[in-house]
């Protein structure tokens, strides 16, 4: 995914860069890293990733947060590219510097 394709992508019509993020833990205490979803919405983390790795953008959507508030959260497909393609899963918008 480039950078035009992405959430932000009507201010960079013309960047043809691929989309990437670096990981970040927001907690005083980083003991544990930022989750990662099988699916966008999900509660359960599959895996939780070492924070400052570099991943590549592959698809994002937005979707309903919690019944109480119901804001739209975006989600990444986050994975590396290359003869080893591997995807990893799904992460908040918020546990990401994009």
Known sequence: MQVKDGPDGG???ENQLNLKVVLQNLK???EEG???FAQPGDHR???RLTVFYVFEVFDFKKVA???SNNE???YYL???SGPNRELKGWMREDDLYV
């Open 72 to 74: 739209l959260r975006i």
């Open 45 to 47: 983390p599959l895996i």
């Open 78 to 80: 986050i994975g590396r």
């Open 11 to 13: 201010r960079y019509q």
């Open 34 to 36: 930022p989750p990662v």
């Open 65 to 67: 947060g919690p019944a």
């Open 28 to 30: 005083l205490i980083g």
